[in-house]
């Protein structure tokens, strides 16, 4: 593949399988070095192992709040800046709407909503802070944002009221940081 994006870094959450594994490889084969965080330790060594050297590992359960924080100073620590996040962690709790308890709910909330928010903020003065510096060198690069959601956030699922409402609340969340971190 191409070096296109060559000296960028990038935290993928979810990277252990699926969708987040396909997009810690697409990176690293672009160039990326990518931050591969995920609750399946075993798994993500096999995702870190396929990106030929771009990558390393952070177990971590995202839900717990520290864990989020801890994800971007690895990024840090590791490659000296962050370009791109990728939120991408998540799976269902299906249960049709008067039986489901709050747990469920809950649940959802934490992994889809607060673990995305949580990275965001943790990795918002990176961000910031290297926006600025290319603005005073006279530089515009582009850093990215990705937060992984679903057409049940937009269109309901039967059985899926917490997913569907946390999935929402995601795209909401989305809307809202472009609109303030555009510039």
Known sequence: ??????ERVAVVTGAARGIGRATAELLAGHG???VCADLDGEALARTVGSLGGRGVA????LTVPAA???VVARAVDEYGRLDIVVNNAGYTWDGIFHRMTDEQLTAMLDIHLT?????LRAAAPVLREAAKRDAA???EIFRKVVNVT???GTMGNVGQANYAAAKAALTGLTRTLAKEWAR
């Open 58 to 61: 952070v177990a971590a359960d």
């Open 137 to 139: 060198e006279g530089r």
């Open 1 to 6: 593949m191409s070096e296109l994006l060559a």
């Open 115 to 119: 673990a995305p928010f949580r990275l």
């Open 150 to 152: 679903s057409i049940a």
């Open 32 to 34: 990326a070095r990518v």
């Open 68 to 70: 989020p924080a801890e």
